[in-house]
């Protein structure tokens, strides 16, 4: 319990789901928290509720924003972090109660993330399943960090996400989430994430971040329908990889690329009425 966690939720017209998601973070079994509650100018009564919650809690912290858009509430949140460590978690989703615990004791000397799996949640058509539990293998001696990343990336989709994830603090405060798009800007922070740290990644596989996708709150509907935005994550993905990559290093960039337009046809798919 000498570690602090700071985790830092931006919240924005969440209100049906924000209580939800703030007991869940209460009722950790891991309590050396700091609580970060960004809201980012809503116009429902989410800010209210974010600062009831503060005061039956001196964890929490709140702050009130103009409306700057998700990237912005979570680099205010980093800039004001004090913890040891940090986790992101949307208003609309909830955490398991062992969350923190799990993937903090899965930390050692080397470890630069954790990531667990998830709890996944359609509410359009109330079905649920457990994701991203299964084992992935170790980066192998004589490959690349970016080659086995790649691999991740095309293998399933737990390091797209900046949820789900504990981070170093120290590394993570050098960081921005990209304020300029709404589309992969949280695979971006990953990448630039472990790019940066140069550590291990640890896996807990367990289903303990609990996505409610469908929510009114969330973008992904709307974004990933579009082309164009799957085109500019890809040349994102290009810069990067760097120049000069690796055969290997292609090899999984074109499977990235092959995984990310069959992700954009069903995209499309579920987006027909």
């Known amino acids: 319990m000498?570690?602090?966690?700071?985790?830092?939720?931006?919240?924005?017209?969440?209100?049906k789901f924000l209580p939800k998601c703030l007991d869940s973070i209460l009722n950790?079994?891991?309590?050396?928290?700091?609580i970060l509650l960004v809201d980012d100018g809503s116009t429902d009564n989410s800010g209210s509720i974010a600062d009831e919650y503060s005061k039956k809690d001196a964890r929490i912290h709140v702050i009130h924003q103009a409306n700057l858009g998700q990237s912005a509430a979570r680099n205010h949140g980093l800039k004001l972090a004090t913890g040891d460590f940090i986790?992101?978690?949307?208003?609309?989703?909830?955490?398991?109660?062992s969350f923190i615990a799990d993937l903090l004791n899965s930390f050692n000397q080397s470890t630069s993330l954790s990531v667990c799996g998830m709890h996944y949640k359609r509410l359009k058509n109330q079905s649920a399943k457990n994701v991203y539990i299964n084992q992935l293998r170790p980066k192998r001696q004589s490959e690349s960090e970016k080659?086995?990343?790649?691999y991740l990336l095309a293998t399933d989709g737990r390091m797209y996400?900046?949820?789900?994830?504990?981070?170093?603090?120290?590394t993570a405060k050098t960081l921005r989430f990209n304020e300029k798009i709404n589309f992969a800007e949280d695979t971006?922070?990953?990448?630039n994430y472990l790019k940066k740290a140069q550590g291990d990644i640890s896996f807990v596989l367990k289903p303990l971040y609990i996505y409610n996708f469908g929510t009114d709150g969330s973008t992904i509907n709307q974004t990933a329908i579009s082309w164009q935005n799957w085109q500019t994550a890809y040349q994102n993905l290009k810069t990067w990889l760097g120049k000069s990559p690796s055969v290997n290093e292609q090899f999984w960039?074109?499977?990235?690329?092959?995984?990310?337009?069959i992700s954009y046809l069903r995209s499309r798919r579920r987006a027909k009425p």
């Open 28 to 34: 950790q079994t891991y309590q050396n928290l700091e």
């Open 2 to 15: 000498d570690k602090k966690i700071t985790i830092i939720v931006p919240i924005y017209n969440t209100s």
């Open 253 to 261: 960039l074109h499977l990235v690329h092959l995984r990310w337009r």
């Open 161 to 170: 996400s900046s949820v789900n994830k504990l981070y170093r603090t120290k």
């Open 87 to 97: 986790s992101f978690i949307d208003s609309d989703d909830e955490i398991k109660p």
């Open 188 to 191: 971006e922070f990953v990448l």
């Open 147 to 150: 080659a086995y990343i790649l």
